[in-house]
């Protein structure tokens, strides 16, 4: 998952402070679809862009 992760934020070009982001995404790509509720949906979604399985709710 670390490594998943660890891909996204270089894929993504951002630094470690958006790790914690970086993991709700690995761990959303482990299903078959996901949905991610956040506050913040910028760095989410540009963390999981490219991802069709994954969708992104700004509430």
């Known amino acids: 998952m670390a490594e ?3 891909a996204l934020l270089a894929k ?4 470690s402070q958006h790790a914690v982001d970086a993991f709700v995404v690995a761990t959303a790509l482990e299903f078959e679809s996901a949905v991610i509720a956040t506050g913040d949906p910028t760095d ?3 963390l ?3 991802y069709g399985k994954v969708k992104v709710l700004a509430l």
Do not use: Y
């Open 4 to 6: 998943r992760a660890g």
């Open 44 to 46: 989410i979604k540009r």
């Open 12 to 15: 993504a070009r951002l630094s």
């Open 48 to 50: 999981a862009g490219g």
